[in-house]
T-cell receptor
């Protein structure tokens, strides 16, 4: 079965500094990887996805993610963090097979950006 | 705004009761997914429907059931509620076809927060 792991419960970064939220994956076959963000009392918002192609994927709100096959990682990055980026971030992998295409989520990483 | 609408936003009920959560997918999306988010279990897939048919089941309890109607909206029915059913329930939709579409994005609603007292 496909799975992802987010090793950090929380990441703290100062505004203006670069941020990285880590994700590693375990899949059989080609990985379809996603990042979502959840703000308080809100649903999950799609940030970006990796299917195939360029290992550096650009997404919404200035976020990008780097796919690394040898390290089985898909870390989320942003060059300069904003206080408004503070939220809960989820990495997910598509678990697909005959008839189903569910998302399998990591445990989430809380990002706190301090002013 | 994702285009996925969930009602109600909040539900407070008592143990043993039954509730219905409603989801309207994005226009044109045929697939609907239900997920449960709780503190101890995280985000877990419950069930998927495609164009009115059940496609896959995840960690869904027998006390829970769902359906997708001809207009593509979906309802999640939770019965004989227990304290442990308190959670945030999300609906997501996507344009998957019957046999493909794993690459497609799932768009999530804002969720229904269920509190069982």
């Amino acid at each position: 079965a496909q799975s992802v792991a987010q090793p950090e419960d929380q990441v703290n970064v100062a505004e203006g500094n670069p941020l990285t939220v880590k994700c590693t994956y375990s899949v059989s076959g080609n990985p379809y990887l996603f990042w979502y963000v959840q703000y308080p009392n809100r649903g999950l918002q799609f940030l970006l996805k990796y299917i195939t192609g360029d290992n550096l994927v650009k997404g919404s709100y200035g976020f990008e993610a780097e796919f690394n096959k040898s390290q089985t990682s898909f870390h989320l990055k942003k060059p300069s963090a904003l206080v408004s980026d503070s939220a809960l971030y989820f990495c997910a992998v598509r678990d697909w097979g005959t008839g189903f295409q569910k998302l399998v989520f990591g445990t989430g990483t809380r990002l706190l950006v301090s002013p | 705004d994702s285009g996925v609408t969930q009602t109600p936003k909040h539900l407070i009920t008592a143990t043993g009761q039954r509730v219905t959560l409603r989801c309207s997918p994005r226009s044109g999306d045929l697939s609907v997914y239900w997920y449960q988010q709780s503190l101890d279990q995280g985000l877990q897939f419950l069930i998927q429907y495609y164009n009115g048919e059940e496609r896959a089941k995840g960690n869904i309890l027998e006390r829970f059931s769902a359906q997708q109607f001809p207009d593509l909206h979906s309802e999640l029915n939770l019965s004989s509620l227990e304290l442990g059913d308190s959670a945030l329930y999300f609906c997501a939709s996507s344009v998957e076809s019957r046999t493909g579409g794993a690459k497609n994005i799932q768009y999530f609603g804002a969720g229904t927060r269920l509190s069982v007292l």
